[in-house]
């Protein structure tokens, strides 16, 4: 199976609060995990990425979260800002491509 | 300064017309990609190509083609037989030497509108 699952479609969140986006995958060949951030009008940028050989991964406010054997794997934002207010992709790598899930619109409100 | 150029950003046709999207880029990567991407629906893979003279096709090629004649250029054709062809498509390339991770760099986009 090549696809990769996303939810929610949309997020609410008061500013400083815990924004969570989680995806889910059922082809156990993909290795390679990242998240992009999407603002209107511009292209997706990485945001931080993981390899099913670690639990967890945190850069800043961004943590990941892999659960190897449930096969999903989540974003979380800590202490969410307006400025993260965007769209929001998981995706997975299997060989020499991206699958990406269906996205997730942040809207963060002070 | 390196980057990816999309153009045109916006495009307008009338339905039967083909229209050509350009993505050029002087990263140096080997490998570009194009997707698109709908309301709902998240970026699906249209083609992609790996070196220079060959392509494969993504999940949703029918109505669209491409050319890879120079490594820095990956054009494509939204042809007439595209049946849904209004969408954001979005032109990717991928530095071969980040080893074993599809690290994607997209371009800005082109937004086609068929009138």
């Known amino acids: 199976q090549q696809q990769v699952k996303q939810s929610p479609q949309s997020l609410i969140v008061q500013k400083g609060g815990i924004s969570i986006i989680n995806c889910a995958y059922e082809?156990?060949?993909?290795?390679?995990f990242p998240w992009y951030q999407q603002f209107p009008g511009k292209g997706p940028a990485l945001l931080i990425a993981?390899?099913?050989?670690?639990s967890e991964k945190k850069e800043g406010r961004f943590t990941i979260s892999f659960n190897k054997s449930a096969k999903q794997f989540s974003l979380h934002i800590m202490d969410s800002q307006p400025g993260d207010s965007a769209t929001y992709f998981c995706?997975?790598?299997?060989?020499?491509?991206?699958?990406f899930g269906t996205g997730t619109r942040l809207q963060v409100f002070p | 300064d390196g980057g990816i150029t999309q153009s045109p950003k916006y495009l307008f046709r009338k339905e039967g017309q083909n229209v050509t999207l350009s993505c050029e880029q002087n990263?140096?990567?080997?490998?570009m990609y194009w997707y698109r991407q709908d309301p709902g629906q998240g970026l699906r893979l249209i083609y992609y190509?790996?070196?220079?003279?060959?392509?494969q096709k993504g999940d949703i090629a029918e109505g669209y083609s491409v050319s890879r004649e120079k490594k820095e250029s990956f054009p494509l054709t939204v042809t007439s037989a595209q049946k849904n062809p209004t969408a954001f498509y979005l032109c990717?390339?991928?530095?071969?030497?980040?080893?074993?991770?599809?690290?994607?760099?997209f371009g800005a986009g082109s937004r086609l509108t068929v009138l």
């Open positions: 990717a390339t991928r530095d071969r030497f980040i080893s074993g991770a599809n690290v994607l760099t």
């Open positions: 995706a997975a790598s299997p060989a020499d491509k991206l699958i």
């Open positions: 990263l140096n990567h080997d490998a």
């Open positions: 082809n156990t060949a993909f290795d390679y």
């Open positions: 190509s790996q070196i220079v003279n060959d392509f």
């Open positions: 993981i390899r099913p050989d670690v």
